[in-house]
């Protein structure tokens, strides 16, 4: 089936420990994301790529870096896990930017 | 303050209820409006996109964008069990970048009890 693809589903890290969060897509779209939804708070954007080769912050990129492979693929990666980075992770994509987005199925990440 | 305000709920409502589901805003720059559905420990997924003010329908689901009052709701009829779930408006403004970037609200959960 056509859409976003997330892996893995679910990882637990001790702190300071590294993983890389990754994101690929079929449609063929541009624009990729990252947000991370926590409870009371919302979708907060970390980063997006509106094209391949681009790559810019969001409202929370602290702790955070991203890689845009290539038009398909984009990775978020935590250099060093902390507790405040315990979320549900989603990667998004969109055709163009403005119109609609398709998400993923989402990363549970619990950092102890 | 948040750019975009939703109230989380939970919103409980008996089958067959019209619901009401709204966002205000307070930044004038909006100029794309957009309402998501996500499912319990699912991603989100688009129900309603609109640029302008005024009503658009999709069967059971209506969209209305008040730009003079910063405010846009989605209407749901005669509601179903299976919309329960968390809904989240989203709008877009440019960036000084010039890339269109969503902001979402927090959500409001919804209930449908047959």
């Known amino acids: 089936n056509a859409g976003v693809t997330q892996t893995p589903k679910f990882q637990v890290l001790k702190t300071g420990q590294s993983m890389t969060l990754q994101c690929a897509q079929d449609m063929n779209h541009n624009s990729m994301y990252w947000y991370r939804q926590d409870p009371g708070m919302g979708l907060r954007l970390i980063y997006y790529?509106?094209?391949?080769?681009?790559?810019d912050k969001g409202e929370v990129p602290n702790g955070y870096n991203v890689s845009r492979l290539n038009k398909r693929e984009f990775s978020l990666r935590l250099e060093s896990a902390a507790p405040s980075q315990t979320s549900v992770y989603f990667c998004?994509?969109?055709?163009?930017?403005?119109?609609?987005?398709?998400f993923g199925s989402g990363t549970r990440l619990t950092v102890v | 303050q948040k750019e975009v305000e939703q109230d989380p709920g939970p919103l409980s409502v008996p089958e067959g209820a019209i619901v009401s589901l709204n966002c205000t805003y307070s930044?004038?720059?909006?100029?794309?409006f957009m309402w998501y559905r996500q499912y319990s420990r699912k991603g989100p997924e688009l129900l309603m996109y609109?640029?302008?003010?005024g009503n658009k329908e999709d069967g059971r689901f209506t969209a209305q964008v008040d730009k003079s009052s910063k405010y846009i709701s989605l209407f749901i009829r005669d509601s179903q069990p299976s919309d329960s779930a968390t809904y989240l408006c989203?709008?877009?403004?440019?960036?000084?970048?010039?890339?269109?970037?969503?902001?979402f609200g927090r959500g409001t959960s919804l209930i449908v009890h047959p």
């Open positions: 989203a709008m877009i403004a440019p960036t000084s970048g010039g890339s269109y970037i969503p902001t």
């Open positions: 790529s509106a094209s391949e080769g681009t790559t």
């Open positions: 609109t640029y302008s003010s």
């Open positions: 998004a994509s969109s055709e163009v930017q403005g119109r609609s987005y398709t």
């Open positions: 930044n004038s720059a909006f100029q794309y």
